[in-house]
């Protein structure tokens, strides 16, 4: 498969719409005015105010280039003067203070550059990269992409040519996948070869090896040669920045083998290692993938840049294989794991996304220390001091479109059922649904003869079925129609789709989960649910009946403008006040009562409360 | 009630008889060794070898004290000339050492004593006080007793006369129920008052209140006065060592208004702080009690101590009272959180008392992280650099006799049925039981008009009940069995009592202890269970039968010589191996199984396990 690019994209309604919306109107100018406030704007055009602390924290320069790149795919799709003004002002920042052999970072110079591995100078250059090509690709303007090519350039001489850094690749990944689209936005080899260098030296070169940290070679991925690997490891984020590298370089070069160990490491995660709402690297520790089975959702680290990172991954693969089952996990990351990163105000995040909140610990915190923890876990905040997730999420939500559409010689591909418009110079492709959990599609083509729909992974969990208006076969995951056999070359055609049996479903988890033995979670379409105090007193004590799971009911909250659920449960009594524990046969009382789900990613968005994805049966 | 001296009991058989027996033979002498490998000794004798590092560590006065008090509760049961010879040479040091004015401790001097709050060195005093008390009780000899009432003179003199110390109370409560004791020995009200006044200084006092510390003011009970306590708050030792010293000198006092507090603090305990295995004090964050139901099980602190801390609490509270409610928590400890420290071979303890193991949460840090932490939570260890636990089992099990019996003007109560003989000067009680669960006891009585057996709590909980050779009635929890009408005044009688209906029960948690919610916990008379990898594989994913709870059998093991249980239960299969998520109903099967369960207080005694107390049901 190619992929669609997002500026041949209209989406129309629905999840990912709304997101792209709110996405324009609030997130993408909240996160320029933390930025301006904490003095990263300044740090790259350097017009600091007087009397401002000039220190710059290793990280701001990909903050800030993420945010350029979200800039550049939302000038793309409309005139913005302003917030074009935005990104000149930082290009001419970055054109003026880029050194002349061509390094750029606002927190290192000629002198303390490339000196640790760990000082994420290379990541940084691979934001600024993406950016670049983003805004090359959106107004045709080439001074910012130059400078980055000069950058490259200099990054090639340095590093590859002469050896020149007591390291040789990058602590943290995302340069690798930033050279693959400079390649394909220049044309130039020296790029993809430079990528595939860096992808050539992990795990293999002595030099990297002997870097002192807290954590073990797999955080950083190099505990292995990368066609080798058969498990994801270390540090969540640059574990699938890398991945995605290696698969679009795999793609791109034909390398069988690294994409063969891709996969391997994708099915790794998929079955072993992710959480129902698509979040990954469960530790706290390290921020990193662990062991199999190791899932714990109170202390789910689950960052909402390690879901993205996944979803590019996943994007990856499906172009390299065509296979649905990759645009099902993108799917469930970006209704669940990624979107819950994002309050409903949009300009308030999460960094970590865990699946159960316990205010007891918390309390427990509160009522022994003194000094009372800076952030509470339960409250998304408008910048972090480390605030990669929000231009990540804003650069995800503007170029969302891209990821809906792909195509191949005779085929347009919906990867992702929604309310969206693919049209160039001569084909078109409309898609509507019912703007909900895509109970019905609509899909008129004009000079295409092939259209396939993807048939999400849920439709089998929960039982439903596709009836359309004309057949259709099956392959990859995808429901192939064909234009009828009389429709002129470049005329219109129609097929409409409707889901039928769709319901809510109770998930249970592979036995290995240990702490979900005895619980289920609900998922209404693409979308995983949790239960809130707010809905539900004393949320952590409920439990669902298990003889009445099928009985869940989905239920169009109005006023908030979602689909709940609710799911016949019970409210345990204990009848002996006086006790602690007692004899759970005379003890025990459960009086029914219904639980009301949200969507995950709505959860900590009223008040401070409890909440569980997983709930235990009875 | 009034206590019975553990030197008028002799323990003939079950559980108390073969910890004490283990504890003589093993664990004394371990302890011992262990304090001179680590130098503990030669700080108290100042006998240090050549070459060797002096530093002395605050803690080890009150490590070495417990283990003098310990040895001397042997000492009185029978001669041992070796280790009256390492108790003597203690003593020695102690007395050379001691300061002109009192003072001792091997950690400070003249000049670096009593400057903070937080040095422990009335914490080791008390210690030290009881030892001597002890020893002096044992053995007759008033040597060390003198020590350390000069010690108690000066301290007296130098706080409460003086005000000489930049506090008042001491950070680690012990001295308090440490000066009842010496009062009681030498009948000097000086130590009586002096223990009052420190209770009274407690919250009251502007002086303690300003010292910084991580905690806040509850941590060291300081955030209220004593006779308005409402709950248990701060660091779980300390708190229960004062509140035993509160209800202590309530008794002593008179003071209704102290033991109505200290009554208070236990409800609070026992109904809203303490784990099924009698461990308080979850939160490792200040080893300290937390809101009501936290009680989380695998990060549970339930420090040995704090078990022993609650047991003295809880005897307390049944002399001031004569309520069996308070032998119950006694013994629910005694089986459990207090055992659990020690090894079956009795030569290594643990710290802490967690009610789940997870070995994933390890595997995950060992992972991650190349320094692997030192100490597995799941091995227990021969010495603690902190090492508090050893001494306190060691003392706990040398005089446990003394908390079999109590008695009254006319009564003398049997508080923890067991094989035991109280034997005083005309007096004579003598209870076999069948060494088990106390699933029959006999009673001999001499000279004694009446005997209360107390009726335990899991009686009533697993519907058990007493058939007796003799009618009784019921007080306070207690059967009371009057000698026959006929019988001499001297005469010998005897009445033999059958405990019929016992059987394994399943117990539940309140509903706000979350983490319960849909487990149950057994338990088989005073004995908590748990589930043990070692007899069940994939331990952590099993589940009971929720419809055949009441089917669970016990059984002899004779190769462990331990009752096990054999419990209806369920191994969850996930037929789609595939995915780690899939619909309940359709992907979830059940393949029935048998769960078999060893007293909680044995796990962690045969290879790296994980481990459960409370199982999912279904």
Chains 1, 2 share one sequence.
Not at 13 to 36: K, M, Q, W
Not at 291 to 301: G, S
Not at 373 to 396: A, D, E, I, M, Q
Request: glycine share 4%; hydrophobic share 40%; with cysteine.
């Amino acid at each position: 498969m190619r992929p669609i690019s997002y500026k041949n994209v209209t989406l129309s309604g629905g999840f990912l719409a709304a997101h792209e919306s709110l996405n324009r109107r609030v997130t993408i100018p909240a996160v320029y005015d933390r930025f301006f406030e904490t003095n990263r704007i300044f740090a790259v055009t350097r017009k600091w105010p007087d009397n401002t602390d000039k220190t710059v924290h290793k990280f701001w320069d990909s903050d800030v280039a993420k945010w350029m790149e979200s800039a550049a795919y939302e000038l793309a799709k409309q005139p913005d003067p302003e917030l074009e003004r935005k990104v000149e002002e930082l290009i001419d920042g970055i054109e003026a203070y880029q050194l002349p052999d061509g390094y750029f970072n606002s927190c290192y110079d000629a002198e303390t550059r490339f000196q640790s591995r760990d000082n994420h100078e290379l990541y940084c250059a691979g934001h600024y990269m993406e950016a670049a090509v983003a805004y090359f690709e959106a107004t045709g303007r080439d001074r910012f992409l130059k400078c980055m090519c000069r950058y490259a350039d200099f990054i090639d001489e340095h590093f590859r040519v002469k050896g020149a850094a007591p390291f040789l690749t990058p602590g943290h990944e995302e340069i690798e996948l930033a050279l693959l689209r400079l390649y394909r936005a220049t044309g130039s080899r020296k790029y993809l070869d430079l990528s595939g260098w860096f992808l050539k030296m992990r795990g293999t070169n002595e030099k990297d090896l002997p870097v002192v940290t807290r954590f073990s070679p797999n955080y950083q991925q190099d505990n292995v040669p990368l066609a080798e690997l058969k498990e994801a490891t270390g540090h969540a984020v640059r574990a699938c920045y890398l991945y995605t590298a290696m698969t679009d370089y795999a793609m791109e070069a034909g390398d069988e083998a690294l994409l063969a160990a891709a996969k391997r490491v994708f099915e790794d995660i998929v079955k072993r290692k992710m959480y129902v709402t698509g979040g990954v690297g469960s530790a706290r520790e390290g921020e990193a993938f662990t062991i199999p089975y190791d899932l714990p959702n109170e202390t789910a680290y689950a960052e909402t840049c390690a879901s993205i990172a996944l979803f590019f991954f996943a994007h990856k693969l499906l172009l390299a294989t065509g296979e649905a089952k990759y645009a099902d996990v993108m799917e469930t990351c970006l209704y669940n794991g990624i979107a819950s990163g994002l309050s409903r105000s949009g300009d308030e995040f999460f960094y970590t996304n865990p699946l159960r909140f316990d205010r007891k610990a918390e309390k427990r915190y509160t009522m022994l220390v003194s000094e009372f923890p800076k952030r509470s876990l339960r409250h998304r905040v408008k910048v972090f001091r480390c605030s990669c997730c929000p231009p990540n999420l804003t650069r995800l939500f503007a170029s969302a479109g891209g990821y809906v559409f792909s195509e191949d010689e005779d085929t347009i591909y919906v990867n992702l059922p929604t309310s969206a418009v693919f049209k160039d110079a001569d084909r078109r492709v409309e898609v509507e649904t019912d703007g909900q959990e895509n109970l019905a599609l609509s899909v008129r083509a004009r000079n295409v003869r092939r259209v396939s729909i993807r048939i999400p992974e849920w439709h089998r969990i929960s039982g439903a079925y596709m009836v359309s208006s004309i057949p259709y076969r099956e392959k990859n995951g995808y429901a192939i129609f064909e234009a009828p056999a009389m429709t002129p070359e470049d005329a219109a055609w129609e097929v409409s789709i409707r889901l039928e049996g769709l319901r809510p479903v109770a998930l249970a988890s592979d036995p290995r989960v240990t702490e979900n033995v005895g619980k289920v979670a609900f998922r209404y379409g693409p979308t995983v649910y949790c239960m809130e105090e707010c809905d539900n007193p004393e949320v952590l004590s409920l439990v669902a009946d298990r003889a009445r799971l099928s009985e869940a009911e989905a239920e169009w909250n109005e006023k908030e403008q979602r689909t709940e659920l609710l799911v016949p449960g019970f409210r345990p009594v204990f009848r002996t006040e006086d006790a602690l524990y007692e004899n759970a046969s005379d003890q025990l009382a459960y009086a029914p009562t219904v639980l009301r789900l949200i969507p995950f990613r709505d959860a900590a968005n009223r008040e401070d409360a409890d909440m569980t994805v997983w709930i235990p049966v009875r």
